[in-house]
């Protein structure tokens, strides 16, 4: 079997806490399109630069609390972006947040780009395209609450509002979104490290 | 109501889906200015390790200020030096479109080739990547050192020379190869390191990657 000589995620935040640039510079490759993709569809394209870097910049400054015993680096990652985009997106009122994440569903719907970059393709590992079929299998409902929650940070009842749909409804379909999601990240392991 | 606990076990693999789905990259701007901004951010210290700083004087943060400018000097040479594989196949990658017919392809065949003996992260790797559909072969090698005078890193698939991979300043070279045929399924693949005019691979094995 191929063995993978770069280092995981998890042995480079490690070495982010200890002040190493070139491990954040190469956490910043690897997870940067993502954070930026996010904060361009939910602030803006004008906001999405000073976003992005200010959840660098967490990462940065808060690397040591990252503890590779209560689970992956990609899972502490996601929240400390969403902290932050969120925590802006919040600023700007429900009706943008919400017209954002509708528009993510429907990108979500979509088949993936059937010509990635170089660089997506590069940074993208296996998992990370399981993990991805896997939100693409949801049913289109649940994983249009489970956006709109996740990516706009709309409550379940602004959800419900949203999609005209009786709150008990959006609460099953949520949770059904998450079981599946989370028996997918499950099922595909903890991150492999990546291939340079 | 959902947690955010339950929001953020999942996020990763909304992100990842959004990425896959999305063009949008960010700028290189944006990663050389964060990252001189990260060298000169003050970092968030315990409240007890603040406390120590202060009892320590003016002295010790001059002393600590200049050292830290010195790590940052440091560290920027390092990163200068450590350009990635992939920044770098997309430098090369954009006079030369085969390559990314081959990358890119769904269909990509890909090996990794790594080090015989040096399994430390900055050791050299290199890439070979083949499409079932297509004749060519993209091959890649990073972190090379410079070759010494009088040889060369031959890249050889199976028995077969098929070209020189000659590194650049930093460590990286690549070549691309028109195969005989299309679909060839290679069992092997090494860099060796030997003279110009040498075709048995007979030098110093640099790389190597072996198929199941």
């Given amino acids: 079997m191929l063995r993978s000589i770069e280092p995981s995620d998890e042995a480079l935040a490690e070495r982010v806490g200890e002040g190493d640039i070139v491990a954040f510079a190469t956490l910043y490759d690897r997870y940067a399109r993502r954070v930026y993709a996010w904060a361009t569809r939910i602030l803006g394209p004008g906001d999405a630069d000073d976003a992005t870097q200010e959840v660098f910049l967490r990462l940065w400054d808060r690397a040591r609390q990252f503890d590779p015993a209560r689970g992956l680096f990609g899972a502490w990652f996601a929240a400390v972006s969403r902290h932050e985009i969120i925590g802006r997106a919040r600023r700007r009122g429900r009706e943008q947040r919400l017209v954002a994440s509708e528009e993510i569903d429907e990108l979500l719907a979509q088949a993936p780009d059937p010509r990635p970059s170089v660089e997506a393709r590069a940074w993208m590992t296996e998992r990370d395209a399981l993990l991805a079929a896997a939100v693409r299998e949801l049913p289109a409902e649940q994983r249009r609450v489970i956006v709109m929650a996740y990516f706009g940070g709309l409550s379940q009842s602004e959800i419900a509002a949203a999609i005209s749909a009786p709150l008990g409804t959006v609460k099953k379909r949520t949770s059904l979104a998450l079981a599946k999601l989370r028996r997918a990240i499950a099922q595909h392991g903890s991150a492999p490290a990546r291939e340079g | ?212």
């Fill in chain 2, 1 to 212: 109501m959902v947690k955010d606990r339950d929001l953020d076990e999942t996020g990763e693999a909304l992100l990842a889906a959004l990425a896959e789905h999305s063009p949008e990259t960010p700028t290189p701007a944006l990663r050389e200015r964060l990252l001189r901004k990260a060298m000169r951010h003050e970092r968030s210290q315990p409240i007890s390790w603040r406390r120590s700083a202060l009892i320590a004087g003016t002295l010790a943060m001059t002393l600590l200020l200049a050292a830290s400018l010195a790590w940052g000097l440091s560290a920027n040479r390092t990163l200068a030096q450590e350009r990635t594989l992939l920044t770098q196949l997309q430098d090369a990658a954009a006079k030369d479109e085969i390559v990314f017919e081959i990358v890119d392809a769904r269909n990509v065949i890909k090996a990794t080739l790594r080090s015989p003996t040096d399994d430390s992260p900055t050791a050299p790797y290199g890439k070979v990547f083949t499409r079932p559909d297509m004749p060519y072969v993209v091959a890649m090698a990073g972190r090379l050192s410079p070759a010494p005078s009088g040889q060369e890193y031959h890249l050889y698939l199976d028995d077969r020379r098929i070209g020189t991979i000659t590194p650049n300043e930093s460590g990286f070279g690549y070549f691309v190869y028109r195969a005989d045929a299309v679909g060839i399924a290679y069992q092997q693949a090494r860099v060796v390191l030997e003279p110009p005019q040498t075709m048995g691979a007979s030098g110093r094995v640099v790389l190597t990657w072996t198929g199941r």
